[in-house]
């Protein structure tokens, strides 16, 4: 199938877009609509990377409690989780272009009223809008590449996909430091403005237009019982790091998490237009990448975590820890890269790029076990960019398996399952951490010692996953 402007102008395309006549008088319009897409889609991490560096500027000029920085800093992951399934769904039916601009639009006005927040309250709903939008953008970035590529060249439009969007965390990252130092806390969040009004108009210009060829009913009980459940388990986890696994606060939200999703599939199973085809839960590959995406965020969550918790206490400047860190955002540069060239030059299969990456991921991690001086940054500089590598060494197979799989109406619905592993991969890390580690640290600072066994205990788990999803993955024979 492809698009066609006037007589004698095709683009093949798995599915038909309507491209402006500027747009193909372009040699390479599908690459430079990838390339926007793939600067769109870093404003997700840089988001919440540049809030993170804001945060404690904030907490301190708005007189804010530990519990309410800490609320208001998850508050945009917790609206995000809401509102993916129901944003995909819309931009299947009225145009993924449409959702897309709006929601790049609505963060950069989020990111404005931050800059101008005079209370929290302001601040809260800054950051209900940028979760909520966000989840508009990103879930329509993965829609809109599937679009645009074969199954067959998913990994390689994948790697530039998660390769410049790394790029661009890291670029921002150590732009904003320098931006606070200089101008304050509300000039960090006109960073990400800036980079939205700028992809906007990108977009509006380089994107083309397309929705599913079936018109389908908005799916509102599945939307608001997947918004609902993902909300409680998001956040019960991220309250687990802080309130502890036995919390009746966390204990009560898990619950109605599991109750309120397995009524969510129990709807999808039997309505008979769902938003969300759950039976792709059936299929090895999709189990499996869904499985792995779990995993490896968990890794990246884990180090990310440990390390500042280690290291700041025993007197490690700030500077050197951001640096370090930094290491895990150039390992995923370097991983998209490589898993691009392994799957589509290469060819090496789903099965050894899951295996191979949940290894590296263990090798990140018990790499820590030799650390023995907390000013010794030679040890989590090689951990946080192995661990970088294996997160897009993965990330990339990930997506196109969960993309790929999906029906062509559903690509917006299907792309909600991406961020939404993530975010729970990403809460477990940080909620499980912290209490492994404790194991040997006998209740007092986190020491080298107690954040190596830590770390090395969560290594042992990722060799076993290696084997569950090699196993699960292992071809059938057929007679």
Known sequence: MGSQVGPLRIIDTPVEQQWSRRQLASKRPVLLAMICIAFISGIQGVDPALNSVAMPAVAKAMHLDASATGFLKSLGT????????????????????????????LMGVAAILSAFALNPLM???SRVLMGVSTAMSFSMCLAITTTLYKKSELPKAFGLFFGVGAALIVAATAVSGTVQGHFGWRATYLVTAVLCIVLCIAAIFLLPENRSAMVRKFDGPGVLLAGVGLVALVYSIGQAAVRGWGDPIVLGGMAVAVVVLGVFVLWERHCPDPGFPVQLFKIPAFTAACLAGVLFNWADASMLGQYPAMALPAGVPAAVVSVVVALMYVGMICGAVLAGIAQGRFNLSNRFMFSSGLLLCAAGLGTQLFLHDAHNVLLPAAGLLIIGIAVMWMQNPETAIIMGSAPVGNFGAVGAVKPAVGQLGFGLGFALAAPISSIFTGGGLLTPRAYGMGLGVQALFFVAAAVVIGLMLKPRRTV
Do not use: E, Q
Not at 79 to 88: D, I, K, M, Q, R
Not at 93 to 104: A, E, H, M, N, S
């Open 78 to 105: 917790i609206v995000l989780a809401a509102s993916l399934l129901g944003a995909g769904i819309v931009g299947d039916r009225r145009g993924r272009k449409k959702v897309l601009v709006l929601g790049v639009l």
């Open 123 to 125: 601040l809260g709903f």
